[in-house]
């Protein structure tokens, strides 16, 4: 079997679960603005140096929610977009992005908004609900980049800006990449707590938005496991595991009785419902599901995390998205960074701390993706052994499968 490649470049540094202890009000206050987001309601955002503003999901925004935004804080409304669809839109250089998935990398709560950066667009009298939609969203307007409003202006949104965190809410909403923002002119009398107060906002601040994702990727509870007998894999068992934020909980599925004290055949599969459940010929991961299954019970025992990180990280509705975008000439890397998404958005953090709660230290990892290698090792668990899982292309996904391989360094 094949042995894991060298990973490139710097010896990787180990991550080890934060000691931090989780901010329970500050995880909440994150979740009720993503579920506002999400219905496309205005939230107040805090920033540390106690000025407030009001943001609302680009996916979201009306004419109305424009002047909502307007009235409720004398400010103009400007857009906050990933670098990466700045990039897109030709108003930032290529090269100052760091990769998602540095984010493992860094112990210091917040690196999910620095790893990912963002850039505010503005322009005089700032931008109206089409000019942000055309801006934002490459199935409102696929050629905006030739079409950009006069006066546009681009500038670096720090981490830990109102833009900043407006636009990984977003992210973490699992909507479009992008937001509408407007700031107060000047501080309020008031606090931050008492203007969202007064106008009816849910608020957060944007610290508790960037140390987020970081905690709680970190911080999973094992909540129920079951017998499962599986075609052709009858001792089987399924654990869940719900991270703190009570998100969607992943899953790993145990084929026989793997001793801990050995390297266990794993398999890291992320979810992906058109291929896992539908049978999707676009992708390649229905196969790569059912022939884990299959190879680990062949091979007498082992594990499979079945990982809540649809679309590489983006979730489902963007991955139709990206579908579109594919239909239309572009691979599937172009197609996330044309939403504005990196290629690939997961962090490894949660398949590290699942293996450690079932007592894995070691793997023979189950895959033909090079980062995945990479990222696992950064996460503590030795992967000692790779083993291919190579499946042969169907006539609809050679172009996704060259991709992986041409692009995204994938052994095939
Ligand atoms: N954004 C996006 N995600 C996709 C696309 N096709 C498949 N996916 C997602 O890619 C992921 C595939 O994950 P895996 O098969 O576990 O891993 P991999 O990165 O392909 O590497 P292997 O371990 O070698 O299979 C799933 O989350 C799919 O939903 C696509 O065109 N765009
Ligand atoms: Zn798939």
Known sequence: MAAPPKPSGAPAAKVTP?????????????????????????????????????????ESVTLDAVERLKALTGGTPRLAVTRRRAVVLGLA???AARPVSDIADDQAPGAAAEAFGAMTLDRPGGLTADQSH?????????????????????????????????????????????????????????SAMEWAAKHDLLLVRASDVADYRVHVVRTLRRVADARVPLVGSENTRIYAFRPADGGPEHL????????????????????????DLLGSLRCDCGDQLRGAIAEIARQGSGVLLYLAQE??????VNKLRAY???????????????????????????????????????????TNNPEKLRQLARCGIAVVERVAHIFPANGHNEAYLRTKAERSGHMF
């Open 134 to 190: 055309a801006l934002a969203d490459p199935e409102q307007h696929p050629q905006a980049q030739d079409a950009l409003p006069a006066g546009l202006s681009a500038s670096e949104a720090c981490p830990g800006s109102r833009e900043a965190a407006a636009v990984d809410l977003a992210r973490l909403a699992r909507l479009l990449p992008a937001a509408i923002t407007a700031d107060l002119p000047s501080s309020p009398a008031i």
């Open 311 to 316: 679309g590489r990280g983006i979730g489902l």
């Open 18 to 58: 934060a000691a931090a202890p989780i901010d329970e009000a500050a995880v909440r206050a994150v979740d009720r603005v993503l579920a506002a987001l999400r219905r496309g309601e205005v939230v107040a955002i805090e920033t540390a140096d106690g000025t407030v503003g009001a943001a609302v999901s680009v």
């Open 252 to 275: 790993a599925i145990v084929i026989g009785d793997p001793d801990p004290k050995q390297p266990v055949l794993a398999r890291l599969h992320s979810e992906c419902f058109t291929g």
């Open 93 to 95: 250089a290529a090269d």
């Open 324 to 366: 579109r975008i594919q239909d239309r000439g572009f691979d599937t890397v172009d197609a996330n960074e044309i939403l504005g998404f990196e290629a690939d958005e997961r962090v490894y953090l949660p398949a590290a701390e699942m293996l450690r709660q079932l007592g894995f230290e070691a793997v023979r990892l189950m």
